[in-house]
């Protein structure tokens, strides 16, 4: 997706790049946040910031001075067209060699406004990927920047009519899609798989989880998702994707699907479809 | 480590910087050699060109032309010191947002080269990690750019009096120590774990594996290690390291070991412990 501008910050400086020796390269040592940005306001940036936070917490990076933080994206979205994607990447900063953070800390930010991506009019197809999702407690919910399975995963496949693919964990429960969370609605409920072993604790799902009656956490099994209801994919940047076809069954599409989306375009604007 | 030099290349074309959409940074999209130099040559060269061909093919990164490859990291260490680190980092190159590999890819290489760590002049003292590495067979023995299993457990002390912890894996089984490999002597051979679905298959590790009569991989226990007759980590920077103590339990010098090292040193005169 094409960039359209980017800044890099060590601790509050703006510097002119990126430090070869950054430990968000040399060890995917930080986390990132992927956003809409629409009509120049970062889309549920609360909640982004919120995830931020718990993951700085939890990897013990210091967490930007979040008045400062938010000032330097205002300004920076501002510049940006009325429907855009904003990146965020925060790392442990610059080290020298060796697993052992520094003891000073100054912590590397950089933001980037890409092109929105096409909107998906139909409901996507997707297919079961062959690379698992290892079990890791430790870094379980977090977007941080180790992501070799989903590049594997969605190098996959190169035939644009396919749209996602779903991975299992390597116990074979299903755990997310390369780039968004799933749920499947069985017995009248949504449910999507917990994030404390494996996946990512997304900003879309948990307003999902918190504003739509019955949607829980189960742990879901291929012949769950295969015999559901009705499935949809949700991620910050493009809401809630109806899926009409995963392998060889399809889906027809469901009324408790177009009212999830109604209930989301109200709640937030830059997702209602006819915006 | 204080950095000595540093070198960025996208394909072959030299650059300034490091580009800050590069898919290292953004999902540890890539793979890393640390290496020796001793001299004015990295030791054990082929075998970490051999393991950087290897883990490309696996990621299907683009592995850059090796005569070329060669000619830069040697004309680079030319200027080190008699003893030094090299660190070679190889990404997937300059991406747009998405998980997605780009169609034409030129892979990203950084050179870096560091001063030389201290010699260990006493025997090691480890402690157990709290941090496990997860079962992943996707990644399993690659030095690919994910390490944040690592830095977790790096982090987990401070004491400059323990000078390595050893990890467990999700199924409680020794993986590797934060930063090197294991060997436990029982029934009179050394033995290490196999690298098939976690840890990484260390350049000194398979020199021992080779040139030791009797070494093989097995699967240890915690228990296994407490219980071993002898202890010795291993790295391509520092060789064969003599474990002294593990928590409460501490061993003596051992012959096999001292003989281990001894065989090293003469294959490798950048080894020995008299050099």
Redesign the interface.
């Known amino acids: 997706?094409?960039?359209l501008a980017?800044l890099?910050f060590q601790g509050k400086q703006r510097v002119?790049?990126?430090?070869?020796?950054?430990?968000?390269?040399?060890?995917?040592?930080g986390l990132?946040e992927?956003a809409l940005v629409h009509d120049g306001l970062v889309v549920w940036w609360p909640a982004h910031l919120a995830r931020l936070s718990e993951g700085a917490a939890r990897?013990?990076i210091p967490m930007p001075d979040v008045a400062w933080l938010a000032s330097q994206v205002a300004t920076f979205v501002a510049q940006a067209p009325a429907r855009a994607?904003l990146?965020l990447?925060l790392?442990?900063g610059v080290g020298?060699?060796?697993?052992?953070?520094p003891e000073a800390v100054e912590p590397t930010l950089?933001l980037?406004l890409?092109a929105a991506p096409a909107p998906w009019t139909t409901p996507l197809v997707l297919r079961w990927c062959d690379?698992?999702l290892?079990?890791?407690p430790?870094?379980a919910g977090l977007k941080?920047?180790?992501?070799?399975?989903?590049?594997?995963?969605?190098?996959e496949w190169r035939d644009p009519a396919i749209h996602e693919g779903l991975m299992l964990d390597?116990d074979g429960q299903l755990g997310c899609a390369?780039?968004a969370n799933v749920f499947a609605l069985r017995d009248g409920r949504w449910l999507t798989p917990p994030v404390h072993r494996r996946g990512v604790a997304g900003v879309a799902r948990a307003w999902v989880l918190a504003n739509e009656p019955g949607a829980a956490q189960a742990e879901l099994s291929a012949t769950d998702v295969a015999t559901a209801d009705a499935l949809f994919l949700c991620n910050a940047v493009r809401g809630i994707l109806p899926v009409g076809r995963l392998g060889d069954r399809s889906w027809a599409p469901h009324p408790a699907l177009a009212l999830l989306q109604r209930r989301l375009g109200r709640s937030e604007p830059a997702f209602d479809p006819g915006s």
């Open positions: 997706m094409s960039l980017s890099v002119m790049a990126l430090d070869a020796g950054d430990r968000g390269l040399a060890y995917g040592d990132f992927t990897l013990r994607v990146k990447i790392t442990r020298g060699r060796g697993y052992a953070p950089v980037s890409h690379t698992r290892a079990i890791q430790a870094l941080h920047l180790n992501r070799l399975e989903q590049v594997l995963a969605r190098s390597t390369t780039a």
